[in-house]
């Protein structure tokens, strides 16, 4: 048996895809700010995060979110 064990970059892109699942966009937005694992690039994760989204689309999702 062989385990694979996947890079920094691969574990941190499923912890985001996981927090993108489960919290609302603006939790995420802050986790990412305080992050500090002082590795990688913020900047590039932030813009790739939320990629195409705009304040008005992030409100409404996490309006959206907390009538749930």
């Known amino acids: 048996m062989s385990t694979v064990v996947e890079s920094e970059q691969?574990?941190?892109e499923?912890?985001?895809g996981i927090l993108r699942r489960n919290l609302p966009?603006?939790?995420v937005a802050r986790l990412l700010s305080i992050w500090q694992i002082g590795r990688g690039d913020y900047v590039k994760e932030?813009?790739?995060l939320f990629e195409g989204e705009t304040v008005?689309?992030?409100?409404?999702q996490a309006s959206a979110y907390?009538?749930?």
């Not at 008005?56 to 409404?60: A, G, R, T, V």
């Open 46 to 48: 932030r813009d790739a």
């Open 66 to 68: 907390q009538v749930k």
């Open 25 to 27: 966009p603006h939790k």
């Open 56 to 60: 008005n689309s992030l409100f409404e």
């Open 10 to 12: 691969e574990l941190t």
């Open 14 to 16: 499923e912890a985001i």
